[in-house]
Structures are given as structure tokens and as C-alpha cells.
């Protein structure tokens, strides 16, 4: 497909996992691609690296400037940077708390904020973000980070009633459980790695993670042209985990 052929993105946290797979997607896809990330030393031809704190204002709007010069200008902004926290809402203090939302919240403010000038000028342009199904379904041990994606969820919707009207689509994507880089680190914390590994799989109706690839996939469709509809949408990615309800096997 080529359905972006001519447009140029912008992918946070586009070094490694999701945010990788999507930027190549894009590419394959026919756009010019700019990651910002923390360490964008691994990014190669034909992607386009700029280092960028999502945490710092200055840092994002520094970046999103010097990617927009190089681009040639800015349709598509996919807001994936992001970490993960574990934790009932005791186990985490106000310190830890600040850390996440200032990374997985409002990086993505700071971040659309520097893009927004610059998508007003597309005509295709289109917001997406990285969502998580935390936000829409209790999932234990994840107090701090399903609220921050609560919040991203909200922010979605907000922003595609406050940009529908000059031209940028915003939606979002539900990633399930994914096979990232950060699932690989706290799988090797755990005492049992493969015992896990097969309890996160079990809780997909799928068994089995959902890969960054698919993510991807979601959000390209949803930073398409083709998608030209499509404003104020969460995409679920989950193997089914919001929806589905099977019951056990043999029953």
C-alpha cells in the first residue's frame, strides 16, 4: 500500500517496540518518517532520528521544530512515548506517580502542543496515540498506570472535539498486552519468567501476547488518509481481553 505516500509523520518513543514497528510501517507505507525518542541511536535510512525528553517542553519543541524543518512539514503525529508502572495505588509514592503521568500523559500534551501549528497547515493530518486497554478494563497490579492511560483515553476524545473543525483526526489505540521491550524486562523480574509469560498469555482470550506489529497496524489504519472518517475512536488491540468472555476449555 502506499496510502501515505507524500505525507510526513512524527513517532514518540519510535526506537524500539510499538513505536519502531510503526515508524516502519509508515515508511513501507510511503511516508517520510521522523522518531523522537530518548535514544534514537539504533534509528536508521529511511527513518529520521532526533533525541527528545518527553518530560522537558523545551527538549519536545526543540525536536518537533528541527524534524518538521528536515521533513518538510508534519501530517500524521503517532504520541507513543511512554512507560509502565505495577502497583496497587499504595505502592507507589506521589514521587513515582508525577514520573509516569509526566511521561505518559503529559509528554503527549507537550508533544501535540509543539506538533499542532504545524498539522493545522495538512490536509490530512491525524493525531493518534498510544492507548492501553488499562484504560478500559481493572486489570490488577496496575493502579498508576491504568490511570495514566485513563487520562490519555479522556485526552483522545477531548482533542478530537477540539480539532475536528480544523482538519486533524485524533483517535487512539488499545494495545492488550504486547510483546515490547518493557514486557521483556519485567518478565525477567519476575521469579518465574515462564510461568509469567503463560499467566499474560492466558488472560488474552488469543493465549498469547499481541505483537507490536498488529499495534502498528491499528495505527496505521487510523493515521491514514483512508481512515478520513474516523475522529474520536479508541481501537482496541487486545486479542479480545475487553470484550470477549469465553468459557474455560473442556466446558
Not at 9 to 33: D, H, K, M, N, P
Not at 64 to 84: R, T, W
Not at 140 to 164: C, E, F, N, W
Request: net charge negative.
Amino acid at each position: 500500500m502506499t496510502d501515505f505516500q507524500g505525507l510526513k509523520a512524527l513517532v514518540t518513543g519510535g526506537a524500539s517496540g510499538i513505536g519502531r514497528a510503526t515508524a516502519e510501517l509508515l515508511a513501507a507505507r510511503g511516508a517520510q518518517v521522523a522518531v523522537l525518542d530518548l535514544d534514537p541511536s539504533s534509528v536508521d535510512k529511511p527513518l529520521l532520528g532526533f533525541r527528545a525528553d518527553v518530560t522537558d517542553d523545551t527538549s519536545v519543541r526543540e525536536a518537533v521544530a528541527a524534524a518538521v524543518a528536515e521533513l518538510g512539514g508534519l501530517d500524521v503525529l503517532v504520541n507513543n512515548a511512554g512507560i509502565g508502572a505495577q502497583g496497587t495505588v499504595e505502592d507507589n509514592d506521589d514521587a513515582e506517580w508525577q514520573r509516569v503521568f509526566d511521561v505518559n500523559l503529559f509528554g503527549m500534551v507537550r508533544t501535540a502542543r509543539a506538533a499542532l501549528p504545524h498539522l493545522r497547515e495538512s490536509r490530512h493530518a491525524a493525531i493518534v496515540n498510544t492507548c492501553s486497554i488499562a484504560a478500559t478494563a481493572g486489570l490488577p497490579q496496575r493502579a498508576l498506570y491504568s490511570a495514566t492511560k485513563g487520562a490519555v483515553y479522556s485526552l483522545t476524545l477531548a482533542m478530537a472535539a477540539d480539532h475536528i473543525r480544523e482538519g486533524i483526526r485524533v483517535n487512539c489505540v488499545n494495545p492488550g498486552t504486547a510483546d515490547t521491550p518493557w514486557i521483556g524486562r519485567l518478565l525477567a523480574k519476575a521469579p518465574d519468567p515462564a510461568a509469567e509469560r503463560a499467566a499474560l498469555e492466558a488472560r488474552q482470550p488469543t493465549g498469547r501476547l499481541v505483537s507490536a506489529d498488529e499495534v502498528a497496524g491499528a495505527i496505521a489504519y487510523l493515521a491514514s488518509p483512508l481512515s478520513g472518517a474516523t475522529t474520536g475512536t479508541s481501537l482496541a488491540v487486545d486479542g479480545g481481553m475487553q470484550g470477549l468472555r469465553l468459557r474455560p476449555v473442556g466446558r
